[in-house]
C-alpha cells in the first residue's frame, strides 16, 4: 500500500472520528449544561430565535483543537509541533481567544476587554511568525495583521446571528484551506491535521445547530473560531502566490481573500454602513444582519442557511480554480473575483435596503459583536 492511500485512510479515519466525537460530546453537554452562554440576565433580549439555548459549541471545538495536536505528534513528527514557533503561536492565540469566549459567556465581559484579548491575539500571531507579509514596510505589515485577526473575530461573532450560518461558513472556509494544501500536495503538515479536526468538530456541531438549533456555539466558539479563520486568512489567503506571481500587490491573495471571505466580509460591511447611516453605532446589536434581512424579505431560516452554504460552495470553487488555474499575470480573470465580490455584496446590501424602506426591522437585540 502506497504512502499516500495509507495517509488517506488515516486522515479519513479521523475526520470519522472525530466527527463521531463532536456527535457524542455535544450530546453529552446538551444533557448536563442548560444555561452557559444563554446571558438570560434581568433586562436580557433573547436572540434571533424565540427560545434561549445553551452557548456551547465552542468547548467541542477546543478540544478537538487539542486532540488533533496530540494525534498529529503521534502519528507523524512531534517536532513540527512543539519545535514550530509558528504553530506554538497559534495554539497560544486559539487559546486565548476560546478563554476570552468562554469567560464572556460566563460573566458578560466588558467590551474592552475583549477588544484588548483580541489585540493580543493578534500580536502573538505576529510575533510567532504569522504575519500578513505584502508591503515593504514591516509596520504596515504589523498593523494589518493585527486588524485582520480582530476584524475577522468580531466578524465570525456577528455572523452567528442564525441557526446555522457561523458554524457552516466557517466550515466552507475551512474546506478551502484543506484544498489549497491538497492542490499543493501540502497534507502532511500539521495545519491540515487541525483543521481536518476543527472541520469534523463543525459537522458535529451543525446537528445540533441546524435549524430548529438545540445549541449554540457562543462567544466561546466565535471567538475561538475567529482566531482560527483569522490564522487561516493569513496563511492561504493574504499571503498565497498564485505561480511565479511578480513582487507587488498580491491581487491573487486579495482575489483569494475576497472570494473565500466572501460572506463574514459582505455582512460585516452591509451592516456597519446601514448602522452608521442610521446614526447608530457598528457595535450596538440589532436584527439587522443580512440573515435577517433575508428572513425579512420572505426566506425561512433554513432557506437562509442553504442560501449562505449555496455562495460559500460557489466562493470555495472558484477558489481552487484561482489557486491551480489562473496565472498572475491573467489580470481580468483575477478581476472577475472581485466582481464576484460586489456583486454579492450589492444584492445583500440591496435587500437590505428594501426591508428599511418597509421599516421591518424589529429593535435592538443583545449584540453578538465583540468591541
Not at 467541542?60 to 509558528?86: C, L
Request: aromatic letters at 14%.
Amino acid at each position: 500500500m502506497s504512502s499516500h492511500i495509507s495517509v488517506t485512510i488515516l486522515y479519513s479515519f479521523f475526520f470519522f472520528g472525530i466527527t463521531a466525537f463532536a456527535l457524542l460530546i455535544n450530546s453529552i453537554f446538551l444533557r448536563f449544561v442548560k444555561t452557559l452562554g444563554t446571558k438570560n440576565q434581568p433586562g436580557a433580549v433573547m436572540r434571533w430565535g424565540m427560545h434561549t439555548k445553551p452557548a456551547i459549541g465552542g468547548l467541542t471545538f477546543f478540544i478537538v483543537f487539542f486532540i488533533s495536536f496530540s494525534v498529529y505528534s503521534v502519528i507523524f513528527d512531534s517536532h513540527d509541533v512543539f519545535d514550530s514557533k509558528r504553530i506554538i503561536g497559534f495554539m497560544v492565540a486559539a487559546t486565548l481567544g476560546f478563554l476570552m469566549g468562554l469567560t464572556d459567556d460566563a460573566y458578560n465581559t466588558r467590551p474592552i476587554l475583549k477588544l484588548i484579548v483580541q489585540i493580543l491575539c493578534g500580536v502573538i500571531l505576529v510575533v510567532a511568525g504569522s504575519r500578513i507579509d505584502i508591503f515593504q514596510n514591516e509596520y504596515l505589515n504589523v498593523a494589518l495583521t493585527i486588524f485582520w485577526v480582530v476584524g475577522i473575530m468580531n466578524s465570525i461573532n456577528m455572523l452567528d446571528n442564525m441557526d446555522g450560518i457561523a458554524s457552516s461558513v466557517t466550515a466552507f472556509i475551512i474546506v478551502a484551506a484543506l484544498g489549497a494544501m491538497v492542490i499543493k500536495g501540502d497534507t502532511s503538515n500539521v495545519d491540515f491535521m487541525l483543521l481536518l479536526g476543527i472541520l469534523a468538530s463543525l459537522v458535529g456541531f451543525l446537528f445540533y445547530n441546524w435549524h430548529p438549533s438545540n445549541m449554540y456555539m457562543g462567544d466561546t466558539g466565535s471567538q475561538f473560531l475567529g482566531v482560527v479563520l483569522g490564522y487561516v486568512g493569513i496563511h492561504y489567503c493574504w499571503n498565497i502566490k498564485l505561480s511565479s506571481e511578480a513582487i507587488g500587490i498580491p491581487w491573487g491573495g486579495l482575489a483569494a481573500l475576497s472570494t473565500v471571505f466572501l460572506l463574514p466580509l459582505a455582512d460585516t460591511t452591509v451592516v456597519t454602513i446601514n448602522r452608521l447611516r442610521r446614526g447608530q453605532s457598528p457595535f450596538v446589536g440589532g436584527r439587522d444582519h443580512t440573515t435577517h434581512n433575508l428572513s425579512y424579505y420572505g426566506y425561512t431560516d433554513t432557506q437562509v442557511a442553504i442560501i449562505f452554504c449555496f455562495a460559500s460552495l460557489v466562493s470555495v470553487l472558484g477558489y481552487f480554480v484561482l489557486i491551480s488555474k489562473v496565472h498572475p499575470n491573467n489580470y481580468w480573470l483575477i478581476g472577475v473575483y472581485f466582481v464576484y465580490f460586489l456583486v454579492v455584496f450589492l444584492i445583500l446590501f440591496a435587500v437590505t435596503e428594501k426591508n428599511a424602506r418597509k421599516k421591518k426591522n424589529t429593535a435592538p437585540e443583545e449584540e453578538e459583536i465583540s468591541l
